[in-house]
């Protein structure tokens, strides 16, 4: 499900592994259909179909960046993903998309994660934040920050069709991943970068991208 | 510069940091403005410019994905690839977006990389193919397999602004990969996985991907 101001690879990079499932259809949404801008600005994703139509997906899947707050109190939206949940397979989230799960009350008393810039507003919401790059609780899925969400759908892969599919659409998107440096995560880059990282994720629209 | 059957990572990899750039300005162009459907079919992205105007980007980026190679015998195309590469400050591929670069004649006694299925490839085009996840040559880098965009984009945000500017790009993306599989590579694949692949690949369309 995207949105206005979503955050591009959140939604993209689970996308591009989970399209290659065998047999796998995938529809973006969103709650009207129409074209939608990422939250840096230049990239138009059309979303094929309102979230009306399609009420009952196997796997629901909620990106971060700062156009999702308003859904944190949009009962329309809400109702959609309370209701999907129900029905659904996994439910699963990447980076701030697991504040609108928790909105939904999807992840009260469940282990979950987030972006980590916004891991412990988790608490709100009734979840157990877990500082992990993917974390599983029941049906529920979610991932940290923005590139965590390709680990996340690799995982999904191997769950909902074997680790060998899994492992043929790693090799077949070349994931074997060489950072150029050693900065991504709070624990491994310098705390002055860290409190930068952390104060640009949180200004206003529309420098704000988590 | 999008296409039709394009493979939506790696697009949206190099995008996610590129666009956090401080200042940058992006954009989604293609032969003819409109929207275009990745690969796998279900994401529909909006080339907002057509490439007559926008001749001289500093940063010129070619996905891979099947629907380029039309683009391999495109005049139109290749002449505009050819033009912007005279005066831009970076001329860049993902995936097999490096035979385009060939086709237009750029990658001529260069050394470059391009998804471990088509490297061998590079040579038609007079290039001597590099077994690398990113390769730099002059001004010319070209990144391997899908996901590799987001390295290869965070070796150039680190070229274009500095190592300090890449590595906050990174720490707000949470790039800090935890494959669930060690499969990414055809070196750390089994052969018989690695075959599969490169059978699925090279398969003609709806299925091949690369």
Not at 56 to 69: A, K, Q, S, W, Y
């Amino acid at each position: 499900m995207i949105f206005d101001r979503f955050t591009a690879l959140d939604a993209i990079g689970p996308y591009e592994v989970l399209s290659r499932l065998p047999g796998a259809e995938l529809s973006f949404v969103a709650k009207e259909a129409g074209p939608k801008r990422s939250d840096t600005g230049a990239l138009g994703v059309s979303a094929d179909l309102p979230i009306a139509e399609l009420p009952d997906p196997e796997i629901v899947l909620v990106p971060g960046g700062e156009g999702n707050r308003p859904l944190l109190s949009d009962d329309r939206v809400l109702e959609w993903l309370r209701s999907a949940h129900e029905t659904s397979v996994w439910t699963t989230s990447v980076c701030t998309g697991s504040l609108v799960l928790g909105a939904a009350g999807i992840l009260d008393r469940k282990r979950a994660t987030s972006h980590w810039v916004y891991l412990e507003g988790l608490r709100s919401f009734g979840a157990e934040p877990v500082d992990a790059r993917v974390v599983e609780d029941g049906k529920v899925m979610t991932a940290a920050g923005v590139s965590s969400g390709i680990d996340m759908a690799l995982t999904l892969a191997a769950r909902v069709a074997g680790d060998q599919v899994a492992r043929a659409i790693q090799l077949g998107i070349e994931y074997d991943p060489e950072p150029p440096f050693d900065a991504g995560s709070p624990a491994k880059a310098p705390p002055e970068l860290v409190e930068l990282v952390r104060n640009l994720e949180r200004e206003p629209a529309p420098s704000r991208r988590a």
